[in-house]
C-alpha cells in the first residue's frame, strides 16, 4: 500500500476532497481499493474490473450498477476521480455540515432514476420498469403479471398521465422513504 | 353497530367473573368439605360400621380427584374474562400494562386462599421442574418462531452485542456494587460475593413477559437474547455458588469461561440440528397434513428437553429451532397448520405468562418474607444505576459504526424499558436453600423490584413517551412504487458495498455494528405487526443467495419460484385492497338483502367465497352488498392480509387493478340472484351469476 499510495499526489487527494467530501483518509483507503480491483495495473478500471467480485455475480442488478459507472465517466474506462464521484453520492449526510452538492437526497435519488433510464430520455418508460423489475423478481412469473405491476405502478405516481415516471414523478413517490440512510454507506475514517 | 356490541358486552363480562368467582367459591367449599369427612371416618371407622347404614349414593362428591387440573383451569379462565374486561374499557390498556392487570389478580386470589385458608401453601408454590419444563418453552417458542425475522438477523450485530455486553456489565456492576455496599456496612447483612452475583444475575436483565405488552417489535428481539443469556449467567454463578464462596480457584474461573461459550455454542447447535430435522420431516407429510403442527411443537420441545439433559442453553436451542422451522417449514406445510401452530404458540405463551404473573401475586400474600429495606433500595439503585451506564456506553460505542444513530430517546425508552418481570422471580423462587442462604431476601426484592418496574415503569413510560413525540410508526400503506424502489435501492446498495469494503476487519466492524442502514420504529402502541421486508432494509447478503440456491431446495418441498416475494405480496395486498374498495362503494346506495342469506354458509370460513369480476372477464358483474357490518367476510379479508403465506402459489391470474373511482362492476341496483355465488380466491373477489 505504501507504494502506491505515493502515486496518489498530495494536489489530486485536495482536489478530490473538495469535490467529494471524503477525508484524506478515506480517500487513500479507496485509492488501495481502486488498486486492489485494477488487476492490470493501468490505473483505470475496464468492465471486466468490474464484474470480477462475487457480490456482483449474485446481486440481480449486477449489470445495471457497472453500467452506473460508466454512464459516469461516460467512455469505456473509469479512473480513480471518476470512481470517487460515483462514491460520493453514498456518503451518508450530515445535518450540520455544509451540503456537498454530490450526496444530497436529490443527488441520491437521481443516481438511482438513471439506473432505470437506460435510454437517458429522464423517463421511466414501462418497458425499462419492466426490465428491472424482470432483474428483481425473477424468471417465473408471467410477463401478463409483471404487466401489470407495472402498469399499477406507473399509475400510482403518473400525475400527468403521460405513461412515464418523470425525474419528478419519482422524487414525490419517495418523499415517505429515508432515502439519505439507505442510500448511505459510513465509510471508515 | 359497535356501540350496541359494547353495551352488550359491557353487561356480559361481569356477568362472567361473577360466574367464575361463584365457581371458585364452590371449589374453596368442597374443598374445606372434602377435608373433613376423610378424617373423621377414619377414626370413627369401628363405630361406623355398626351405627351408619350407607345408602346407595346417586351423586358422590369427589373433588380431590380432578383438584389440580380444575384449579388450573379456572386460574385461566379467570385471568382471561378479566382480560376481556380490562380491555373493554377502553382507557385501561392505554395507562396500564396488561401485567399490571394480571399481578392485581393473583393478589386477590392469593389473598382470598389466605383468609379463607384453605390449601396448603404447598400446593401453590412453584416448583422448579413445573416451571422450567412446562411454563418456560411455550414463551419461548412463541417468541422464536413469531418474532420477524429480517429484523432481528439485521440488527444481530448490536443485539448481541447489547444482550452480551450489557448483560455482563449489568451482572458484575450490580453484583460487585451490592456486595460491596454489604462489605462497607452500608447493608446491615453479609452477603458472599457470589451470593450477590446470583442475585444480579437473576434481576440484571429484562423480561420478555413483562416488556411484550408495553413494546412490542424490536425489543422482542433484545429480550430475547437477553433471557439467553441471563439464565446462562445465572447459571453459571450458582455453579460458582456451589463451590463457596472461598473454595473458588482460577482453574474454575476459567472452567467457568469455557462453560459460557460451550453452553451458547451447543445450545445453538442443537437448536439448528433439531429445526432441520423438522423441516425435513414437513417436506413428507402430503397425506398426514394434521400431524404437522405435532411435529413442529414437538420436535422443538425435544430439542429443549435434549439440551437441558447436558446443561446446554436450551432456551437457545428452542429459539432457534423455532426460527429455522419458520423460515422454512412455513411453505411446506398446509396453510391451516401454519395457522394452527402460529395461534396455538400463542395460547400457550399466553397462558404461562398469565399463570407466571399470578403466581407472583399469589406469593406477595402468601410467602414468608424477608423484607430489608436497605437492600432492597439499594439493589433499586443500583439496577437502574447499571442499565442506563450500560445502555449509554454501548451505544456511544455503537453509533460510531451505524448509519442510523440512536438517539437519545431511542436510548432513552431501552434504558427506561427495561422491566423484569415473571421470569426473573420464577428464577428467584427455585433457589436452593442451602447453596444461597439468602433466598427469602431475594425473592422479597425481586418481588419488589418487579412491583416498581411493573407498575411505576410501566404506567409512566407512555406518557413520557408521548411527551417526548418519538415518532410513532403509523399505518404503513406502501405503495407499489415505495416497495420496488426500496427493493432496487437494496440490491444497488449491496453492490456499491462490494465495491467499498475495504478489509476484513472493516467487514466484519460493519457486520457487527449492523452497519445495514436499518430503522427501529418505536411501536409505543399497537400489536406486533407482521413486519413486511419493507420495513426493513434488507439487502441480499451472500446467505440468500446460498440460501436460494441450495439449502431452499434440499429443505423445502417445492422450489420457490419467485425470487423476491415482496414485491408480489404487496401487489396481491393492495389489489385485493382496490376490490374490497371497489365493493364497499357500490354497495353504499343500494339497499339489497344481506349477503350471508344467500351464500352458503360453511362452517370452514376459508371456503367461503366472494369474488368481484374485473374487466374483461367473462362473467356478469354484479352488485352485491356485502353488509359491511358483516365480521365473517372483514375476518377473511383480514386473515388473509395477516398470513404471510406464498400467496404466489395461488395466483393463477392476475386481473389489472380497477382504477381508482372508476369501478368496474356495474351497479345493478336490485336484488341479488338467489343463486349467485360468491368466490374468493386467494388474492381477487369476483361474483358469478350461473
Redesign the interface.
Known sequence: MGARSSMLQEEEISEIHKETGFSSNQIVRLYSRFTNLDKSDQGFLRRADFLRIPELAINPLGDRIVHAFFQESGGDTVNFRQFMRVLARFRPVKKNTQKNKLNDREEKLKFAFKMYDLDGDNMISRDELLNVLHMMVGANISDEQLGSIADRTIMEVDLDKDGYISFEEFVKAMERVDVEQKMSIRFLN | MVIKMHNRTHTLWPAALLTTIILFACYLSLTSAQTSPPSTEFKDDNVKKKNDSVRYQIITVNFPYVEVPYVICLWILLASVAKIGFHLYDKLPHIFPESCLLIILGIVVGMTLFYTETASMQQYTLDANTFFLFLLPPIVFDAGYNIPNRPLFNNIGTILTFAVVNTLWNTFGIGFALWGASYMGWINREIGMFSCCVFSALISAVDPVAVLAIFEEIQVNEILYIIVFRRVMYRMMVGFTAIGDHDVEAVDYGAGIVQFFVVIVGGTMIGIVVGIIGVIITKYTDHVRILEPLFVFVICYIGYLSSEIIGLSSILALTFSGVIMKHYSENNVAKKSAVTVKYFSKMMATISETIIFMFLGLSTVTDSHDFQLDFILFSVFFCLFFRITGVIILSAFLNR????RMSAIDQFIMAYGGLRGGVAFCLALLLNKSVVPERELYVTTTMVIIYFTVFIQGTTIKPIVNALKVERAGEKDT????I???????????????????SWT?FI??QVSG?R?C?ISHHVTGPLQNVAPITV?LK?T?FD?YNTKYVKPFLLREKP????PS??RT?TK?SVQDAKAAVREMTRDSSVPNLSAFAKPRANMFSRRATIAGPGSHDHSTVVNLNSSDPSFTNIAAMEDTLRDPMTEH?SS????P?PHTHTCKPNGSLIDTHTRILVTGNSYRIFHP
Open positions: 459504526y451505524r448509519v442510523i405503495s407499489m412504487n415505495e420496488i424502489h426500496k427493493r432496487f435501492i437494496d440490491h444497488l446498495m449491496a453492490g456499491i458495498e462490494g465495491y467499498c469494503r475495504q472493516q466492524l460493519q452497519n442502514p430503522q432494509c441480499e451472500r443467495y419460484k419467485i425470487r423476491d414485491i408480489l401487489f393492495l395466483m392476475v386481473y389489472p387493478p382504477l
